[in-house]
């Protein structure tokens, strides 16, 4: 079955600037996206809220991951669209079978879809549907394979295999099957199944689509205005589940999951600092708190004036941006690090014996002609040099989030 909805715009908040921008979403499944006209209805569910998006769709009853990836059309429409996020779902079963037959019958065909989607557009988005566990169970296979034999076990398995598939393949996940779970537990009275106890109704059609829209536009439900003909009981208690499982944990299914990470590598010299961000994204840009910045993913930063500084750090992949920051004090033998006390040396001037900041080991110390000195630290943190030495001496330090600095010491 081969579809198409209409076009969807959404909005992105960077800072204080709103950025409109399309949004273009294929579904490559089977009969669980395309019950109820589904894609249709999240169209709907977005266009209530405010948004519109534009989605088509490649769904054929019965397909399998392995179906779709050992198809032509399948990657026809994915090289030709611009896509932003590729939605893939594999059997309602397939996900759910014994370890070993999963690990060669469903992942590397998942795989081979996510790498031509990334292939065809690297800012396009894989996104996993996770799917759900029947009503009952699977009874087709829970004489071979127990674990499925109950909607728990089934349901289980499948969740836990689609975060596999999301962590494997960078991808994120549209946590359907999660929201089932908790609509289960907190409204036993919503049918979300089909007669056959497998498909959806036009109830957990619309939990779906409520996931789905979360998922895509980085948002809450609470403005979605769209409800069928559910009541609005029912659509509170959807909106609940979604709010909970797909938008407040979304870190648990990938989503949005770009991340940075600001890091101090070392600092010598008094006011000189190493910066270190993750490689791999589009954009870096670093603002050092004494009014000058940077834009690469690695730096090292001299400042001019003694004092405590933030560093900040921006990163941005596509459309999405990420922040992280840092703080660095210079000029007083201090150091702040992420999730790190204040360096503390002391006494200084020193006789030899020396007391640092418990969170610090000493990795090494030498004199001023790059001489290695030998020395004890006690669990009290408590240094011995093993000889006599007089004057200026460097300490090269780690503290406990691996964060490496030198700072000096004065020996009389």
Request: proline residues 4%; aromatic residues 12%.
């Amino acid at each position: 079955m081969y579809g198409k909805c209409l076009l969807l715009s959404l909005s992105i908040v960077l800072g204080n600037s709103l950025i409109a921008q399309t949004t273009n979403v294929l579904f490559i499944g089977n009969s669980y996206t395309y019950f109820n006209s589904m894609p249709q209805m999240l169209k709907e569910v977005a266009l209530s809220a405010g948004d519109t998006l534009y989605v088509e769709t490649y769904t054929r009853g019965g397909a399998r991951f392995l179906t779709h990836a050992n198809n032509p059309e399948v990657y026809d429409i994915i090289r030709n669209g611009n896509w932003d996020f590729v939605v893939l779902q594999g059997q309602s079963q397939e996900p759910s079978w014994p370890d070993k037959q999963v690990s060669t019958e469903v992942f590397p065909y998942a795989k081979q879809l996510c790498d031509s989607i990334i292939a065809n557009n690297r800012c396009a988005k894989p996104l996993f549907f996770m799917t759900w566990g029947r009503k009952n169970g699977d009874s087709r296979n829970c004489a071979d394979w127990p674990y499925v034999c109950t909607y728990a076990g089934m349901d289980s398995i499948l969740n836990l295999n689609y975060l596999k598939m999301g962590s494997l393949n960078n991808a994120e996940v549209a946590p359907v099957g999660a929201v089932w779970n908790q609509l289960r537990n907190t409204t036993p009275g919503l049918e979300l199944y089909n007669s056959d106890e497998s498909h959806p109704s036009l109830k957990g059609s619309v939990a779906a689509a409520f996931t789905f829209y979360s998922t895509i536009a980085r948002k809450n439900t609470d403005n979605v205005t769209f409800t069928g003909t559910l009541s609005n009981n029912e659509i509170d208690s959807i909106k609940a589940a979604v709010n909970r499982v797909a938008f407040i944990n979304s870190k648990d299914y990938y989503i949005g999951s770009i991340k940075a990470d600001a890091s101090i590598l070392s600092s010598k010299d008094g006011c000189s600092v190493v910066v270190k961000a993750n490689k791999g994204y589009d954009d870096y840009s670093w603002n050092f708190g004494d009014g000058t910045a940077d834009y690469l993913d690695s730096i090292t930063h001299h400042y001019q004036t003694p004092g405590t500084y933030k560093i900040k750090l921006t990163v941005g992949n596509c459309n999405e941006i990420a922040l992280d920051s840092t703080s660095f004090t210079c000029g007083t033998g201090g150091f702040n690090g992420l999730s790190q006390s204040p360096l503390l040396v002391y006494p200084n001037p020193s006789n030899g014996f020396f007391t640092i900041s418990s969170n610090f080991k000493v990795l090494s110390i030498y004199n001023t002609n790059g001489q290695s000195l030998p020395f004890t630290q006690n669990d009290l943190s408590v240094i011995k040099l093993g000889k006599n030495e007089k004057g200026l001496i460097f300490i090269e330090l780690e503290g406990k989030n691996g964060v490496k600095l030198v700072t000096k010491l004065m020996l009389e």
